[in-house]
């Protein structure tokens, strides 16, 4: 079993950064993929970034690229979620999950967090 925990939400005015933290336990850390994923109010949840398990291939949704970056520290246990130039639509619960497996997904994860609530005021 992964245990997920995301940190680092809270609130910012639009143009401005937050970084999110995910810590995951339980397994050893470097063996998955993880992912970031995003629920605005009344909307589906959508993808938003991923990275395979050396953080040498990430991949953004079109919607961030060039804003959000994605990292890990597998001596930490620690995925992170970089966000400048944050804007209104950028606001909703961020989730944090996991996959036993290499590669970058866009789906399938096997493991997630209770979420962190960003929001940007414009």
């Known amino acids: 079993q992964v245990h997920v925990v995301e940190s680092g939400g809270g609130l910012v005015q639009a143009g401005g950064s937050l970084r999110l933290s995910c810590a995951a336990s339980g397994r050893s850390f470097s063996t998955y993929a993880m992912g970031w994923f995003r629920q605005a109010p009344g909307k589906e949840r959508e993808f938003v970034a991923t990275i395979n398990w050396s953080g040498r291939r990430t991949y953004q949704a079109d919607s961030v690229k060039g804003r959000f970056t994605i990292s890990r520290d597998n001596a930490k246990n620690t995925a992170y979620l970089q966000m400048n130039s944050l804007k209104p639509e950028d606001t909703a619960v961020y989730y944090c999950?996991?996959?036993?497996?290499?590669?970058?997904?866009?789906?399938?994860?096997?493991?997630w967090g209770q979420g962190t609530q960003v929001t940007v005021s414009s």
């Open positions: 999950a996991a996959k036993v497996d290499d590669g970058i997904y866009y789906s399938g994860y096997d493991y």
